[in-house]
């Protein structure tokens, strides 16, 4: 891989579609508007084919590089292909219902500590008035208790949801990205775990926000649900789970 020129902007941003182009048009001129100074690509991912002229006439002030999948990949896999188009130092895994109200790309880069490995804001989800609390590691008592009454959440959070992932390159390349072998849900607590256990913080910027509009397809499909309850079994049955869970013991 061509290591990073100085006079790129700092970030290339890899977005999946499957079937969203009309969701990703208002993000890439929101990114365009706010953080164009800090977004040198955009690696645009068609999963499933759509027509061309949702994103006609698109001026974001920043090039978007089209892959055009010839059969569906899953979540990882995608954004690990995408990650072959970049040569910046950070790397971006952005949700296509992720929305700005101001810039949080460049600050948060700016706060980055350097052991810094995984950065990303605060994250408002519809009809809520403060941003989505932080998550323990994934267990099925967590899952029960979480809503509960007196749920005791961690300060800093042991994972973050897929998102809004700013990886730094050195370390997405060091632990070989997202492992391929979950389809859907489980990919991103796998990879906040193998992260941290190659030695990179996980860091958020708690004065930074951006809002999600929620897709949420598992409360409503029986197939994303299956997939859900599958991928949670995948990880608690890997090796990295219990090597971070013990890793997450060793330093409370």
Not at 69 to 87: E, I, L, V, Y
Not at 137 to 157: K, Q
Request: net charge positive.
């Amino acid at each position: 891989m061509p290591a990073p020129s100085p006079t790129l902007p700092p970030i290339t941003v890899s977005i999946v579609s499957h079937g969203q182009l009309a969701l990703i048009k208002p993000l890439l001129e929101q990114l365009g508007h706010f953080s164009g100074g800090s977004v040198a690509k955009v690696v645009l991912t068609l999963n499933i084919p759509e027509p061309d002229g949702v994103l006609a006439g698109q001026e974001s002030g920043f090039p978007v590089e089209r892959i055009e999948n010839a059969s569906p990949k899953g979540f990882g896999a995608n954004h690990n292909q995408a990650f072959q188009h970049c040569d910046t130092p950070w790397f971006l895994v952005l949700n296509p219902d992720i929305r700005f109200d101001g810039d949080v790309l460049a600050p948060l880069i700016a706060q980055a500590a350097p052991d810094a490995g995984l950065l990303t804001p605060r994250i408002l989800e519809p009809g809520k008035s403060s941003p989505e609390q932080h998550r323990e590691i994934i267990t099925p008592l967590e899952i029960v208790t979480r809503r509960r009454p007196g749920y005791a959440r961690p300060a800093v959070p042991a994972w973050i949801p897929g998102l809004f992932m700013l990886f730094r390159s050195d370390a997405y390349r060091q632990i070989g990205g997202f492992d391929e072998r979950f389809f859907m849900y489980g990919e991103d607590f796998d990879i906040c775990a193998r992260t941290q256990l190659a030695g990179w913080k996980l860091q958020v910027g708690e004065d930074l926000l951006a809002r999600h509009e929620a897709q949420r397809a598992s409360r409503s499909s029986k197939k994303h649900l299956y997939w859900h309850v599958t991928s949670l079994l995948k990880v608690w049955t890997s090796g990295a789970f219990w090597r971070y869970r013990r890793l997450k013991a060793s330093t409370r």
